[in-house]
């Protein structure tokens, strides 16, 4: 398993973009899918968005889709979630998982600690 940290998290307001990041340990970095997930407070951690392990191909959650963006950089064992056009609805923490990118899915058993994302109106 590669060790995960999510850095990057923060305050803006609605409209506004915020990158966030995960770095992760290991040198197997580029052997796993990688992930972003996210929990509100008083709801269920929902998937955000999904990178395969060769960065072929991405998938997205519907409410994200057009406005995020997620990409790798297995030179630096990272992982970042490009967020535009922020939105009160976005505010979650955010975590990063390892693991593997179906279809239309993304299965993990690894995740960091997360960071807050507070996008005020």
């Known amino acids: 398993q590669v060790q995960l940290t999510e850095s990057g998290g923060g305050l803006v307001q609605a409209g506004e973009s915020l990158r966030i990041s995960c770095a992760a340990s290991?040198?197997?970095?580029?052997?796993?899918?990688m992930g972003w997930f996210r929990q509100a407070p008083g709801k269920e951690r929902e998937f955000v968005a999904g990178?395969?392990?060769?960065?072929?191909?991405?998938l997205y959650a519907d409410s994200v889709k057009g406005r995020f963006t997620i990409a790798r950089d297995d030179a630096k064992n990272t992982v970042y979630l490009h967020m535009n056009n922020l939105k009160p609805e976005d505010t979650a923490v955010y975590y990063c998982?390892?693991?593997?990118?179906?279809?239309?899915?993304?299965?993990?058993?690894?995740w960091g600690q997360g960071t807050q994302v507070t996008v005020s109106s």
């Open positions: 998982a390892s693991g593997a990118l179906g279809l239309v899915a993304f299965a993990s058993d690894n």
């Open positions: 290991g040198r197997t970095f580029s052997g796993y899918g």
């Open positions: 990178i395969s392990r060769n960065a072929m191909r991405t």
